[in-house]
């Protein structure tokens, strides 16, 4: 019983702190351990909806940075200015018509927060997870620069080691990485990958 009144501050000071969920403290914790996105970047955020990563992003990249959000649900508007969201399937993502349109070549960090409707039955949530990683490293592997930033959200599984070997051979150095703020009960852990090949 302790464990979850703990954890649930992290719900109440997101609330107290004008955070549109407790998901903002995860990328908070893993930027105070890394130091990835810096002022300046231009920065893709995947299934950014309900906008707390784009809360907490648009801080740490500044005017001069902008962040692009999107997600397949709506996401309410943001008063942040650097920060743009747009309603579309990153299963059918057209990378070339993203960037053409925010005149860009690529983006300078990516980061997925994603996580599948799960079913409780196991094959099939593989399946889904699969699914959603093949779309979510295709952007990737389109979108990113070279040298670039790759922040993804997985789930200890079967599936866990082949996804870190995957993205070995995209990029340099691949962290697994587990945030405070992450509930204990929970399978999640964010994949921290740096300096895309």
């Not at 908070?28 to 950014?48: A, F, S």
């Not at 997600?71 to 943001?78: A, I, K, Q, T, Y």
């Not at 743009?84 to 299963?91: E, L, N, Q, V």
């Amino acid at each position: 019983m302790g464990r979850f009144v703990v954890k649930d501050t992290f719900y109440n000071k997101a609330k107290q702190e004008g955070f549109r969920a407790r998901s903002a403290y995860k990328l908070q914790e893993i930027q105070q351990k890394y130091r990835l996105v810096k002022q300046g970047d231009k920065v893709l955020d995947l299934g950014c909806a309900p906008g707390s990563w784009l809360q907490v992003l648009s801080g740490l990249i500044g005017e001069k940075g902008f962040v692009k959000g999107i997600d397949l649900l709506p996401v309410s508007p943001l008063s942040q200015k650097n920060v743009a969201t747009t309603m579309a399937d990153i299963r059918i993502l057209h990378v070339e018509e993203l960037l053409a349109g925010m005149s860009i070549s690529s983006f300078d960090v990516i980061t997925c927060d994603i996580a599948p409707n799960l079913s409780g039955i196991r094959d099939v949530d593989n399946a889904n997870i699969a699914e959603l990683f093949a779309a979510v490293r295709a952007v990737v592997k389109e979108a990113l620069k070279k040298d670039g930033i790759f922040i993804f959200k997985s789930f200890f599984s079967e599936d866990l080691k082949p996804t870190v070997k995957d993205l070995e051979a995209l990029f340099a150095r691949v962290s697994i990485y587990k945030p405070p703020a992450s509930r204990d009960v929970s399978s999640e852990v964010y994949l921290v990958c740096q300096g895309k090949k």
